[in-house]
């Protein structure tokens, strides 16, 4: 299967908060797009994050990808590139440092807006689990 950059089909989410409704991609390649789309949320700004796959307590590694944007008529839907790195910040929201994005599983977070990483925890809408791929390398014709 060759992936490319661009967006990929949206498939349904379940890691919602009560009566809310999401969409969410499965895959995506570095320097892709991502789109998330939710209903049925809460009024209020939303930020769209891609996280580290293994957080601790004191150190979360990563980057917003879109917003603030507010949600309208119980709707939000933002989309975003994924970086080739994400921004470390320690449990008092100091940065620490950068990392780079490799191939794997990371989450994506959907949230009301707060803080350095863009995410209120108690306001998540959607936690959701992507496979990050490499760009595929080009072939040369020789």
């Known amino acids: 299967m060759r992936w490319r950059s661009g967006v990929v089909a949206l498939i349904s989410a379940c890691a919602c908060a009560a009566g809310a409704s999401a969409d969410a991609l499965t895959q995506a390649t570095?320097?892709?797009?991502?789109?998330?789309?939710?209903?049925?949320v809460s009024p209020g700004p939303y930020t769209l994050s891609l996280v580290e796959p293994h957080p601790t307590k004191a150190t979360t590694c990563a980057a917003k990808l879109a917003g603030p944007k507010r949600a309208v008529k119980g709707h939000i839907k933002l989309t975003g590139t994924v970086p080739t790195s994400l921004r470390c910040y320690s449990s008092d929201g100091t940065l620490l440092t950068r990392i780079k994005?490799?191939?794997g599983t990371y989450s994506l977070f959907l949230c009301q807006a707060d803080g350095p990483t863009g995410c209120n925890g108690s306001k998540t809408v959607i936690k959701h689990q992507i496979v990050i791929h490499a760009v595929p390398k080009r072939k040369t014709t020789g």
């Open 30 to 40: 570095i320097g892709g797009t991502v789109t998330v789309s939710a209903g049925l």
């Open 101 to 103: 994005i490799t191939p």
